[in-house]
DNA sequence: AGTTAATATGTAACATGTTAGATGTTATTG
DNA sequence: CAATAACATCTAACATGTTACATATTAACT
């Protein structure tokens, strides 16, 4: 299931305030998602409340990855705070979590900065993903069902559509749910938002690069033909065409580079 | 309860904050790792401050890892801190960290307890230690070199010495080490902790298996393997062997979840 | 002038007070 | 007696005040 929180609150720093509801709003003290209305406990069911610095977290994050904060920006904690409308610490609470994701770089009595992208870090982020995602792919194109390849087509089929738009944002939202499905057809619980996570250094170059690419309609065929593998369990095949789709996007992060140095470090 | 910590030296805190320029007073009278700060400004050299609730988080992570603070145990905020001689915050934070990484769970408003045992989050931590080690094996075999062959068979030298001696816990820090090097032998930034990292659960159950196998020189074997097939640049082979290697574990869970059930969630 | 010491400033780290919500207990009601 | 409502209790979440420290700036000194 996906956490449909603080999406609709555009976030846009600098210029304009985002609004999370007033001190006690509708979205204020955490209100959780109810499921199965069960007469279980909030502790006994699996409820994630969904806390202030979860929205934080959230919508700093998308921020982040979509380079609305730029790598070096600072991030002044008490601003935030401010437009958000909120107190330091969840925003406090939510930037350390950004820190261990290697999206914010904390610098003790200091200041917070949006990490800027590293060469080497991302390197290694990308060795993680073919590493976790071959694997993923493998299990999938072992245990899939009919089910899972008709969603898998589906999702295809809306790529298709929004590379037709040129609707970037569309296809890329499409892109992350489409492994977000093979992660989860592996049939491993919480393997989506590990990986997920490890993705994060990946999905901000990608969303750079989103731009500058002409590579959607290319990327749309390297999905079929990974949706195929899939849906043929060819386990072997999956992993390969898998391995080749990751690893295009290392020259491209060159080319960003020499364009825009400012965004990496050293 | 935690006996660790509230070890000694409380006193030494609360009154001469002032006077003593590192302020960052040893917590409990434990890991206060200073590293030797070059002429480097701090936000230029890559120093990681070590702050409280980073001391707050290697105590609390230990003890859970270690069972000392067994798995289903409530975890008091208050009174960790009052025993680590800290404010609220820096517990809060480093909960915070080992909430994400799966060691605790936070429920809001009521209480925070050490997570318990979970076969599939178990099962899933597995799988991303053996797409992480056996890719990084691969690269450490490829890119071998006879000075990280020579720290290799001297940790196996090490751990047959543990062995021997019947050091459980000896043996177990070497064995974290030498999946470290393996790590760093791959030579990417960051990915032994972000193994590390992933491997959180599974160390856990390691740990309370150790006491139980008696399987240590059968362990012994199998990294002698592993290292042969690195120093001999076998990178199938390498790779085989750590995956039979940590697959190993499975059979051992099972018969701890019927001996101590009351570790396991469910 | 160049170097070092004093000081000013801003921020994260830390401490502590306050609020809201989850749960268990007791009282109340049918 | 069972169901439920009122209440007490406890805890994390949140808010805010305070401290320490990294760094920039200025002053003092050789």
């Known amino acids: 299931m996906l956490d449909v929180i603080g999406q609709e609150s555009n976030a846009s720093f600098g210029e304009i305030e985002f609004s999370l509801p007033p001190a006690t709003g509708p979205i204020g003290g955490t209100l959780n998602v109810q499921l199965g209305s069960g007469g279980k406990s909030f502790r006994e069911q699996k409820v994630v409340a969904v806390t202030r610095k979860d929205q934080v977290y959230s919508i700093l994050r ?3 990855i979509s380079s609305q904060l730029a790598p070096g920006e600072a991030i002044r904690k008490e601003l935030v705070a401010l437009q958000l409308g909120v107190s330091r610490t969840p925003v ?3 930037i350390n ?6 999206l914010v770089e904390i610098y003790p009595q200091t200041g917070t900065f949006v990490a800027r992208l590293r060469l080497d870090k991302i390197e290694t982020a990308q060795f993680v993903r073919i590493a976790l995602e071959t694997a993923a792919i493998r299990r999938a194109a072992e245990r899939s069902s009919a089910e ?3 969603r898998l087509r589906d999702n295809l089929d809306r790529q298709r559509k929004a590379a037709d738009s040129r609707d970037f944002e569309g296809f890329y939202a499409l892109d992350e749910e489409l492994h977000d ?6 049939g491993l619980a919480g393997l989506r938002e590990i990986a997920a996570k490890e993705r994060s250094q990946i999905d901000r170059v990608r969303r750079l ?3 500058y690419e002409t590579r959607m309609v290319e990327t749309l065929k390297e999905h079929q033909t990974i949706v ?4 043929g369990s060819s386990v072997e095949r999956a992993a390969a065409a898998m391995e080749e789709h990751i690893s295009k996007m290392g020259k491209m992060l060159l080319q960003l580079q020499s364009k825009r140095p ?3 470090a050293e």
Chains 1, 2 share one sequence.
């Open 62 to 64: 998308q921020a982040i």
């Open 209 to 211: 690069l989103l731009h």
């Open 148 to 150: 899972i390849v008709q």
């Open 97 to 102: 979590r950004l820190a261990d994701e290697g």
């Open 181 to 186: 499905m093979i992660c989860d057809a592996a």
């Open 228 to 231: 195929d593998a899939i849906a």
């Open 92 to 94: 406090s609470d939510a």
């Open 262 to 264: 400012e965004l990496f």
